[in-house]
């Protein structure tokens, strides 16, 4: 009964993705508006972009939806006969760790075992080994399927240790320090008790439903030089890995990117307050971090004025939504981004901002933020995999 429910659902998102039906009236916001989401959806179905609908910016009004290039006049364009490379160098730094490009500039951001089913984890996981990229597995800790694409996994080690183990650190070509995220930073972590079941809380070593919170802090971490410290305890455990730091975008977010690379980052990743997350306060959401498209160029400059702009990548998140995005970050400083939000959205996400799961708890009805046995089948891995490399197609 299940897999006939998934394949109507699926049928159902193809026709509402490609045949000529309205808008529904209550989809979207400012930001993510009913034909970004719509735009996104053909693309995951189709691998094209869409012919009647902005597919580029949402209205805001501010942001990457006001910022718009300065083109060339057309002779002075790139022959479509050349080639281009898109890939990017994740270690600039002249030491022994591996060197690694992914082929796009383009990586999974963290979602933790807990906030999404292992369905979304391994059609993420899937995905970055068919474009040779890499995604994140959040804070939640390394469920068992995903070794099959450790080459394309990066273990996240955040403020509450979460599911952190030798084993997983060794598998990883990427280790990420998350000290804070852009869209509740100075709030730590926080995993209601309805999706800490009990898989999810053997993987975290916690007691099942039970809420479970990350401190804003590493406690063992209160200078440059601690931060050094624990880089070198994860290198001790994996000599290879290379290091990756995320945090937030406070006033003083140049300063932090420094600190970071002399603490032996090779890659500072700057996540900012139009990031996403499932159960963050509304209060903080959007309202404390600085938007994306001012920490890059910022930190950008400072780092070029320290002279170590060449020896570190800096890669941005919270808020890249489109093609458009990702090229105005990179035209801003930036080397790379991390794209989360929509990779959900390709899977299927309406962004009816209900990833808790109201009072049934269950978690989201469309089977991406959810553990729930039943409600998890309705996303079926290899068909979040085709979505994902579908949108991507799309993207470039």
């Known amino acids: 009964m299940i897999h006939k429910i998934t394949n109507l659902l699926h049928d159902g998102m193809e026709a509402r993705t490609t045949g000529k039906f309205e808008i529904p009236p209550a989809l979207g916001d400012a930001r993510w508006t009913d034909e970004l989401i719509l ?6 179905a189709t691998g094209t972009l869409p012919e009647n609908l902005n597919y580029k910016t949402g209205k805001s009004n501010g942001g990457f939806d006001r910022l718009d290039f300065k083109t060339l006049d057309e002779e002075q364009w790139l022959k479509h006969s050349e080639d281009i490379s898109t890939s990017i160098e994740l270690n600039r730094r002249d030491d022994h760790r591996k060197k690694l490009s992914p082929a796009i500039p383009i990586y999974g951001g963290g979602m933790s075992y807990g906030s999404v089913s292992v369905n979304v984890m391994m059609a993420r996981a899937i995905h970055a080994k068919n474009w040779n990229t890499y995604m994140s597995t959040g804070e939640g800790g390394y469920p068992e399927e995903l070794y099959e694409c450790r080459e394309n996994v990066i273990t996240q080690v955040a403020t509450g240790l979460f599911g952190v183990e030798e084993k997983s650190i060794q598998a990883s070509p990427i280790i990420e320090f998350k000290y804070a995220q852009g869209a509740k930073p100075g709030l730590g972590g926080h995993l209601l008790a309805s999706k800490a079941g009990e898989e999810v809380a053997k993987m975290r070593g916690s007691v099942p439903f039970v809420s479970l919170f990350s401190p804003f802090p ?8 601690d931060h050094s410290k624990h880089i070198d305890w994860v290198q001790t455990i994996n000599p290879d890995a290379l290091i990756s730091v995320k945090v937030s975008t406070p006033h003083d977010v140049d300063m932090v990117a420094v600190g970071s690379y002399y ?16 159960a963050a306060p509304e209060i903080a959401k959007k309202n404390i971090a600085m938007p994306i498209e001012l920490a890059v160029p910022k930190v950008h400059k400072f780092l070029i004025k320290e002279g170590i702009r060449d020896n570190v990548t800096l890669i941005a998140s919270g808020g890249i939504r489109t093609a458009d995005d990702i090229a105005k970050a990179i035209a801003l400083g930036a080397n790379g981004v991390v794209l989360g939000t929509s990779d959900l959205v390709a899977m299927g996400c309406t962004r009816c901002s209900n990833c ?12 991406l933020t959810t553990t729930d046995i039943e409600l998890q089948e309705w996303m079926q891995q290899d068909w979040g995999v085709k979505r994902l490399d579908n949108y991507y197609t799309a993207l470039q």
Do not use: K, Q
């Open 39 to 44: 735009s996104t959806w053909h693309m995951a």
């Open 218 to 225: 590493f406690h063992s971490t209160y200078s440059v030089e």
């Open 263 to 278: 603490a032996g980052a090779h890659i500072i990743h700057l996540d900012g307050g139009f990031g996403g997350t499932g």
């Open 356 to 367: 808790e799961g109201g009072p049934s708890g269950r978690g989201c009805p469309w089977g």
